[in-house]
Nanobody
Framework: QVQLVESGGGLVQAGGSLSLSCAAS????????IGWYRQSPGNQRELVAE???????NYGDSVKGRFSASRDNARNTGYLQMNDLKPDDTAIYYC?????????????????WGQGTQVSVSS
């Protein structure tokens, strides 16, 4: 089993910055992808950013140039730096980590979600 713990978030004024982190625990052998999603009331969950094991990154159109995703493979942790925040960025942010875990030569795929953290941006 792989568990994720998110931290960060909070309330900030428009134009401010926040950072999120997502730490994975368990017998993790390899993390393929760390993704960040968000969901606001009445809207579907949308992709914010994702970082692949080769370092390639994708961003949602609404956050390009303002948000930056990164990862620390040694710590099995992903980060999301959010700058120039706007009221429309208000949402619950979730991390998603996919990879392989296990030992004794038996590796199992996992696809785990964080508990979600609230980001609120006031105008």
């Amino acid at each position: 089993q792989v568990q994720l713990v998110e931290s960060g978030g909070g309330l900030v004024q428009a134009g401010g910055s926040l950072s999120l982190s997502c730490a994975a625990s368990g017998k993790i052998r390899h993390i393929v992808l760390i993704g960040w999603y968000r969901q606001s009331p009445g809207n579907q969950r949308e992709l914010v950013a994702e970082v692949f094991s080769d370092g390639h990154r994708n961003y949602g159109d609404s956050v390009k140039g303002r948000f930056s995703a990164s990862r620390d493979n040694a710590r099995n942790t992903g980060y999301l730096q959010m700058n120039d925040l706007k009221p429309d960025d208000t949402a619950i942010y979730y991390c998603n980590i996919r990879g392989y875990y296990g030992d004794n030569g038996i590796h199992t795929q996992f696809d785990s979600w964080g508990q979600g953290t609230q980001v609120s941006v006031s105008s």
